[in-house]
């Protein structure tokens, strides 16, 4: 962004340490078109420099101060005004004074918390971006950057099958089961449905994935529902002890991990949603819950952990302890 007055003007970029070698990935805005941003994990550090551009050499720059910030905040689409910031770091890069020449600051924020997941949605908007700002008398030259973090989780110790039942007394009763409650995000659902009592005419019957956004508290609580994925069962009626497989795979949807009241604004779930419809048009349907995740090779270090591996290069090499392997998002 370019500063346009009387006298110098100049402008701001960021540029990453390890831009050339950073894994990037698909993020979609609030528009719903897709841009490709640099991936961060949390307890990465975000370094680099922010470079200032004269356009007119020779002149002086006078300001009042040059810093970076690392920001994440949460934007509710019904109150634009506010965000809510949940990470706020600032690294002052110059005193007030002035620039003669183009010049490039080094900045580095050590170890950064990055909580959550990036996520826009219907109604909110959780982002992570650092901001250089050149303070000037009259308008601030500014130049923001965004970022895209994934949070990574490992296998879930406890992961009980779904056993349910759909019924209509002396009609209908169908009883369903999957193997698992908790998927990871290119899992497969494995399931079966059994039919012990069929005495109404079906003639259609789907699996539905459900997104729910929730947003606000108390009276201000809004619900968005979206179907991500329909996954045909079976055209035409069944019969009495029938029993029909079912294999979802997860890998070609758009779906986040599941996300339960983030920094109490927002949550994000996953239903599975098993639809009947008989020949007189009439739907039946049993909804449960699922936990989506997102899948990483081993355990991600906690923050603690990271603080003692730093302590450590302050140590002889004989006192330090090895450290683990630096994990990777699973691609399987």
Known sequence: ?????????????????????RKKVEHKTEDGKKDKYFLFYDGETVSGKVNVT???????????????????????????????EFVSLVKDLARPGELTNSQSF????????????????????????????????????????????????????LNSSIKMEVGIEDCLH???????????????????IYFLLVRIKIKHMEIDIIKRETTGTG?????????????????GAPVRG???????????YEMTPTMRDINKKFSVRYYLNLVLID??????????????WRKGDIVRRSM????????????????????????????S
């Open 219 to 235: 009276p201000s609580v809004y619900h968005e529902n979206d179907t991500i994925a329909k996954y045909e069962i079976m055209d």
């Open 279 to 292: 020949e007189e048009e009439r739907r039946y349907f049993k909804q449960q819950e699922i936990t989506l």
């Open 242 to 252: 029938e029993s029909i497989p079912i294999r979802l795979f997860l890998a070609g």
């Open 174 to 192: 169908i009883e369903f089961e999957y193997n698992k409650s908790k998927y990871h995000l290119k899992d497969v659902i494995v399931g079966k």
């Open 54 to 84: 004269l356009k007119n050499p020779g002149k002086r720059l006078e300001h009042y101060g040059i810093k970076i910030e690392f920001i994440g905040q949460i934007e509710l689409y019904y109150d634009r005004g506010n965000h809510h």
């Open 1 to 21: 962004m370019s500063f346009f007055g009387f006298g110098q003007s100049a402008e701001v970029d960021i540029v990453l340490n390890d831009a050339e070698t």
């Open 304 to 331: 603690s952990q990271q603080a003692t591996i730093a302590s450590q290069r302050f140590e002889s090499p004989s006192e330090r302890v090895q450290e683990p392997a630096k994990e990777k998002e699973d691609s």
């Open 106 to 157: 080094d900045f580095e924020f050590t170890h950064v918390e990055k909580p959550y997941e990036t996520y826009t949605g219907q109604n909110v908007k959780l982002r992570y971006f650092l901001r250089a700002t050149i303070s000037r008398r009259l308008n601030d030259v500014s130049k923001e950057m965004d970022i895209v973090v994934h949070t990574l989780s490992t296998y879930p110790e």
